[in-house]
């Protein structure tokens, strides 16, 4: 009987660590996976609307004074508040009519197709910088100001320019991997207390009384 208890023993024993490993491993791979998705989705999310506040905000001040430097003072206030580099991109329209200045060229791929087809686009330079890069569309408005590449009035819809937006996650990337190892951690701590009182609770109350009976 002795050796049937120790055999029972060392299966108790066995199905613990299993459970245990069963829920290390599935915590260790769902939770990073979940935490990476709520970045991105967060960087995604953060990125359009820095994108539509600095659209309107360029816009509200080329109408009202066309003071460049007073666009940079805005960008600035954005990026105090949210961490980000900034990039504005002139489309060829805003090129023959202004010029360029500074770093407003397209530089790359994504860049020349959001100002070829109007519509945003998302990459990563690598595993923790993200980019989103917005057009800047004309409305009515624009027409009062800028003028299309071959000098008529600028249509409604065409695209004067791009945003460049560029976020460094690798802050939140280790803030998550700080979380994981937290939570791994605590997870393993109380399943391996659970299991040794549940494998003391059957050891004393099933295993010891059946060798007394015995």
Not at 27 to 39: A, I, K, N, S
Not at 131 to 151: K, L
Not at 186 to 199: A, E, H, P
Request: hydrophobic letters at 40%; proline letters at 1%; glycine letters at 6%.
């Amino acid at each position: 009987m002795r050796k049937k208890t120790v055999r029972l023993e060392k299966r108790l024993i066995l199905l613990f660590i299993s459970i245990t490993m069963l829920f290390v491993l599935t915590t260790g791979v769902l939770l990073p996976w979940r935490l990476y998705t709520r970045d991105v989705h967060e960087a995604r999310m953060t990125a359009r609307e820095i994108s539509e506040l600095i659209r309107v905000g360029v816009l509200s001040t080329m109408i009202s004074t066309g003071d460049s430097q007073k666009i940079r003072n805005i960008i600035q206030e954005y990026q105090k508040k949210t961490d980000f580099q900034f990039r504005m991109i002139r489309s060829k329209h805003v090129e023959k009519q202004h010029g360029v200045k500074e770093d407003e060229q397209a530089t790359d791929d994504l860049i020349r197709q959001v100002l070829a087809t109007g519509k945003g686009r998302d990459d990563w330079r690598d595993r923790t910088t993200y980019r989103y890069v917005a057009p800047f569309i004309t409305d009515e408005r624009c027409q009062e100001c800028h003028d299309s590449v071959t000098g008529a009035d600028i249509g409604v819809g065409e695209v004067l320019g791009a945003s460049e937006i560029i976020f460094d996650l690798s802050g939140k990337e280790a803030d998550s991997v700080r979380l994981v190892l937290e939570i791994m951690i605590l997870v393993i701590g109380s399943l391996m207390f659970m299991s040794g009182m549940f494998f003391m609770i059957v050891k004393k109350g099933i295993l010891e009384q059946e060798d007394s009976v015995e």
